[in-house]
């Protein structure tokens, strides 16, 4: 049968969990509980080998025009496989069904999002990303995530702000 990418059902929530908590586990990823998972299930999809799930994304709106792609991860002998781009690509798909022009993503994997069409760019210009997770997350004052942005639909382009609102500038430095 080989490797299929779906949306994921909730029979795949242990599998995800699992998936998920080993990145955690390094520091990779926050971590998902799978009460979290199960009232997510319908942001992620799967990557599947033969029934096994082997890899997972999921894209979260945060905005009208913003999306985040999360919880990317794959099973160990599968990175390097292009599964990884396979995920994005769907998810970037669900994001274009959606009319979502911008899809977003903190990351330690940059060669990784450079090679999926995504550039480097400054997580102020997310503040919707910023004031909705960041300001509760762990590492808020020592993120060495970096931040990737795709842009899908040329017209949002012009709306990227160069500069962070002030409020941003004053809370986070």
Same mark, same amino acid.
């Given at each position: 049968?080989?490797?299929?990418?779906?949306?994921?059902?909730?029979?795949?929530?242990?599998?995800?969990?699992? %998936?998920?908590?080993?990145?955690?586990?390094?520091?990779?990823? %926050?971590?998902?509980?799978?009460?979290?998972?199960?009232? #997510?299930?319908?942001?992620?999809?799967?990557?599947?080998?033969?029934?096994?799930?082997?890899?997972?994304?999921? !894209?979260?709106?945060?905005?009208?025009? %913003?999306?985040?792609?999360?919880? !990317?991860?794959?099973?160990?002998?599968?990175?390097?496989?292009?599964?990884?781009?396979?995920?994005?690509? *769907?998810?970037?798909?669900?994001?274009?069904?959606?009319?979502?022009?911008?899809?977003?993503?903190?990351?330690?994997?940059?060669?990784?999002?450079?090679? #999926?069409?995504?550039?480097?760019?400054?997580?102020?210009?997310?503040?919707?990303?910023?004031?909705?997770?960041?300001?509760?997350?762990?590492?808020?004052?020592?993120?060495?995530?970096?931040?990737? !942005?795709?842009? %899908?639909?040329?017209?949002? #382009?012009?709306?990227?702000?160069?500069?962070?609102? *002030? *409020? !941003?500038?004053?809370?986070?430095?």
């Amino acid at each position: 049968m080989g490797i299929v990418c779906r949306k994921a059902r909730l029979s795949d929530v242990d599998a995800l969990h699992d %998936l998920i908590r080993g990145y955690a586990e390094k520091g990779i990823m %926050l971590p998902r509980s799978r009460e979290a998972l199960t009232r #997510n299930i319908d942001r992620f999809y799967v990557a599947e080998d033969d029934g096994k799930i082997i890899g997972c994304g999921s !894209l979260i709106r945060l905005g009208s025009d %913003l999306a985040e792609i999360r919880s !990317l991860g794959m099973a160990e002998g599968y990175k390097g496989k292009g599964v990884g781009t396979r995920l994005v690509e *769907a998810l970037i798909e669900e994001a274009r069904a959606q009319g979502i022009p911008k899809v977003m993503a903190l990351t330690y994997a940059v060669d990784f999002f450079r090679k #999926n069409g995504f550039e480097v760019v400054d997580m102020s210009i997310f503040p919707e990303k910023v004031w909705t997770d960041c300001i509760h997350c762990p590492k808020r004052d020592r993120c060495d995530e970096i931040a990737m !942005l795709r842009v %899908l639909d040329a017209r949002a #382009n012009a709306e990227i702000r160069s500069e962070p609102p *002030a *409020a !941003l500038r004053t809370a986070f430095g």
